[in-house]
């Protein structure tokens, strides 16, 4: 079956540290990627996505390649600040987006210091 | 901005009872979907629907849990009596015409004691 591995948390950076969390999955088939992110009391929200291998997907600063050869979908962001402290969930679906059959990873929680 | 409301934030109850988590998707959505995730635990999963009925389910979505969308603007979780390791965070999810991005509510915090 499919699924999602992520870095355990929680991670903690300070303010303009380089972010980088890793994700590598399983899947049968050829699988859309997300990173979802949760801020303190409120929803999952879609960070960004990538549908097939080598793209890109990108997104207030963070970034994150489709790499095919690795199944691997690293959540990267050059700079950090305070307001990204929250958690990050790789997913992935074989259904194409919406949230149809999303498997999740167990997500990373990301703590930024001023 | 449009958004997902879930309610209530938090509900505790008794084992065995019966409990209807609420969501109100996003007006002019057309897929709707409820996921879990347990405390430490990856999110889950649990159900789709589409044009007032069930598209997919995972083999958590057992019988004792049952989906609603009784007027038009509410979409309901059922669980018809409640175990102890039905605790969990529930979230609503739903996406518009196209289901190229869902979107998801602030999570109702199931407590089963």
């Known amino acids: 079956g499919n699924s999602v591995t992520q870095m355990e948390g929680p991670v903690t950076l300070s303010e303009e540290a380089f972010l980088t969390i890793n994700c590598t999955y399983t899947?049968?088939?050829?699988?859309?990627l997300f990173w979802y992110v949760q801020y303190p009391g409120e929803g999952l929200q879609l960070l960004l996505k990538?549908?097939?291998?080598?793209d890109k997907g990108s997104n207030k600063g963070f970034e994150a390649t489709y790499r095919k050869e690795t199944t691997s979908f690293h959540l990267e962001k050059g700079s950090v600040q305070v307001s990204d402290s929250a958690v990050y969930f790789c997913?992935?679906?074989?259904f194409g987006g919406g949230a149809d059959g999303l498997t999740f990873g167990k997500g990373t929680h990301l703590i930024i210091q001023p | 901005e449009p958004e997902v409301t879930q309610t209530p934030s938090h509900q505790v109850t008794q084992m065995g009872q019966e409990v209807i988590l609420r969501c109100v998707p996003i007006?002019?959505?057309?897929?709707f979907y409820w996921y879990r995730q347990i405390l430490g635990q990856k999110v889950e999963f649990l159900v789709s629907?589409?044009?007032?009925?069930?598209?997919?389910k995972s083999e958590i979505f057992d019988d004792q849990f049952s989906v609603e969308r009784p007027d038009g603007s509410n979409f309901t979780l059922k669980i018809r009596s409640t175990k102890l390791e039905d605790s969990a965070m529930y979230f609503c999810?739903?996406?518009?015409?196209?289901?190229?991005?869902?979107?998801f509510g602030q999570g109702t915090r199931l407590t089963v004691v």
């Open positions: 629907f589409y044009n007032n009925e069930i598209s997919e």
């Open positions: 999810a739903s996406s518009g015409v196209e289901n190229t991005e869902a979107f």
């Open positions: 007006s002019n959505h057309l897929y």
């Open positions: 997913a992935l679906s074989e």
């Open positions: 899947a049968t088939g050829y699988p859309s």
């Open positions: 990538a549908t097939k291998a080598d």
